[in-house]
């Protein structure tokens, strides 16, 4: 990796690809988890904290981008750090409660998390630099 990779700056791609990428693991999950008999409840604890993660997203986009507006900066910074929390202590609950669909959850969530970033990680240094 070169540093100019780091420091070239870049426009920021739509958040459409990454989060269709990530929602498609967990639809695509729903029959893998019916057919390997894994806790249906898993499977719907973490569809219905992605796409809530994705509904808090989406409202965080909704704030202005304009760097001058230090306002809106910090929240979408809280947002998007809180994001984390938001689906971290359910998931943690459940799993002390009931390891198997806790950890299964946890899993699947993660799956999806990683597939988003990977898709937004390389539709962002794909990209080409700013003018």
Do not use: C, H, Q
């Not at 920021?12 to 008999?37: E, K, T």
């Not at 809280?78 to 959850?105: D, H, K, M, Q, Y």
Request: hydrophobic share 60%.
């Amino acid at each position: 990796m070169t540093p100019a990779l780091l420091v070239t700056s870049r426009p920021v791609p739509s958040r459409l690809a990454p989060a269709v990428a990530g929602s498609a693991v967990i639809l695509f999950a729903l029959p893998i988890f019916a057919l390997a008999g894994w806790p249906m409840r898993a499977w719907a604890l973490a569809a219905v904290l992605w796409f809530a993660a994705l509904a808090f997203a989406l409202l965080l986009t909704r704030l202005s981008s304009d760097p001058d507006n230090l306002a809106a900066a910090s929240m979408r910074g809280i947002g998007t750090t809180s994001r984390s929390f938001l689906v971290g202590v359910p998931l943690l609950v459940v799993a002390v409660t009931n390891e198997t669909v806790g950890i299964a959850a946890a899993t699947l969530y993660a799956v999806a998390f990683t597939v988003e970033l990977a898709v937004g990680l390389t539709l962002y240094f794909g990209g080409g630099a700013k003018a």
